[in-house]
Structure formats: structure tokens, C-alpha cells
């Protein structure tokens, strides 16, 4: 056979077989979570039939490390470590209102670096919206910037999955690499690039009180009540007056760096 008809044809068929992997996952996320692991093994069983690929093994590495990690982290949630950390959080936004174009981001992207997941960041999101709106900051300028920055912070934390399958399977494939070597790229690329995506933020936009839909809806004294949260709750994650020691202790255990909690843990 002619090499670069032989080249062609194999290519087809890398490009075919990467359809169907995209095609199973695309109709499996339209039926649900459940559907999405029936219908990738249609999408796996047509390639091992049809296309004769054979099956790798599974990732046991990999996985016990990543039920490790997820367990960390429910021991921190259960214990109330979680909540402290990002009341934390909150005290610190609440001090330098002025900052948190800047702030709200880095805030973030620690928590998730900290806890392994970027789902804290449903929590604080009420309250920077909060913050900004009582200085007469556009709420999108720091919130945009504070969601990615929640996600981007999963690639520099060492308890994260993502970073732990990416180094297990780049040691698996020769590449001798370790998570301190990772986050030592990761940490500071992402901390550029968050610092740059929130100076473009920091003026995105009129400014509230030059803002004239927003003035329009603020005319109404039922929308300002509401908008200003006048006649609802304010946000808040304050929940310890005084933290319990495993609300302080568990936030460190993830990483072992200290046996003792920390000095504003009370008993």
C-alpha cells in the first residue's frame, strides 16, 4: 500500500472514532449524568467491536488517589472546616471594599486551591455581588473575573483530582514530573493572568451611579429595597463566633503541614 494513502486512511479513522467519542458524550449530556455513562459505553463498545482498539486498563493509581482527595475534602465540609475558611474570606472582602475588584478574584482562586474544588465559590458569589453594590461597583467586574479564577485555581492545588491524574498519567508515560514541579508553573501563570483579566475588569463598564438603566431601576423604591436587600437577608457565611478546633484543624489536614490548630481556634 502507498505510505501516504496509508496515512490517509488511518488518519480517517482517527477522525471517525473521535466522532463518536464526541457524539456519545454529547447525547449522554442531554439525558442526564446517568445516561452520559450508559451511552460512553455504547460509544467504548463500538470501538472495541467495530474498530478492534483494545481496552486499557483501568487507572487504579490514579482513582485511589482521587477518593483520597474527595474524602479529605467531605471530612473538611462535614466538620465545618469549610465554612470557616470561606468566612474567612468574607471578613477579608468585607475590610477592603474598595479592593475587591482584586480581592474577590484572589479570594477564590485560594479558597479552591485550599479546599480542591471550585464550588466554593457559589457562597461567596452573594456576597461580593453584595459588596460591590454597597460601594457603587459594577457587580460583573469582580464576579466575572471570581468565577474563573474559582476554576483556573483547580490546576495550582496539589489535593485536586485534576492535578493528581495529570501527574499519575504523565508518570505512567515517561514524563517525570511531580506536583510541586507542576504548581510551580501553574501557581504563577494563573496569578498573571487573574491580576491581568481583573485590571481589564476594573473599569468594564459605567460606573453605577453614571449608569442610567440602573438608575431607572433603583427610582422604584421596591427594586432599590430589593437590589440593596433593605427588605431581604445580607449575605453572610458567618457562622462561628468562635471556631470549634475541628472546623480550624480540618482545614489543614488536607495537607498535613501542621499538627496543631491554628492560634484563633477555640475549644
Not at 439525558?31 to 472495541?48: M, P
Not at 456576597?127 to 464576579?143: N, S, Y
Not at 440593596?228 to 495537607?255: E, G, H, K
Amino acid at each position: 500500500m502507498c505510505p501516504i494513502l496509508g496515512f490517509y486512511t488511518m488518519s480517517w479513522i482517527m477522525i471517525l472514532q473521535l466522532l463518536i467519542v464526541l457524539g456519545a458524550l454529547w447525547v449522554g449530556s442531554r439525558y442526564g449524568s446517568l445516561a452520559l455513562g450508559a451511552i460512553s459505553g455504547i460509544g467504548l463498545a463500538i470501538l472495541v467491536f467495530g474498530f478492534g482498539m483494545k481496552p486499557g486498563t483501568p487507572p487504579t493509581d490514579v482513582i485511589y488517589i482521587i477518593i483520597a482527595a474527595v474524602t479529605c475534602a467531605g471530612i473538611m465540609q462535614a466538620s465545618g472546616g469549610m465554612d470557616w475558611l470561606i468566612q474567612l474570606a468574607e471578613k477579608m472582602l468585607r475590610k477592603h471594599p474598595d479592593r475587591i475588584t482584586f480581592l474577590a478574584p484572589l479570594t477564590t482562586f485560594f479558597l479552591t486551591v485550599l479546599v480542591g474544588t471550585g464550588h466554593v465559590v457559589y457562597t461567596l458569589m452573594p456576597i461580593i455581588c453584595d459588596i460591590a453594590l454597597k460601594k457603587g461597583i459594577r457587580p460583573e467586574r469582580p464576579c466575572g473575573v471570581a468565577s474563573i479564577a474559582s476554576q483556573v485555581g483547580i490546576t495550582c492545588s496539589p489535593i485536586a483530582a485534576a492535578v493528581v491524574a495529570f501527574v499519575s498519567i504523565s508518570n505512567a508515560n515517561g514524563f517525570d514530573i511531580t506536583i510541586p514541579q507542576v504548581l510551580m508553573i501553574t501557581i504563577p501563570a494563573c496569578l498573571c493572568g487573574l491580576m491581568a483579566a481583573a485590571a481589564a475588569s476594573y473599569k468594564r463598564g459605567l460606573d453605577l451611579d453614571k449608569d442610567p438603566v440602573f438608575q431607572a431601576k433603583i427610582a422604584d423604591p421596591e427594586q432599590r429595597a430589593y437590589i440593596y436587600m433593605v427588605t431581604r437577608p445580607r449575605p453572610s457565611t458567618v457562622r462561628f463566633r468562635n471556631p470549634p478546633r475541628t472546623a480550624c484543624s480540618s482545614s489543614w489536614a488536607p495537607y498535613s503541614w501542621s499538627s496543631s490548630s491554628p492560634s484563633s481556634c477555640r475549644n
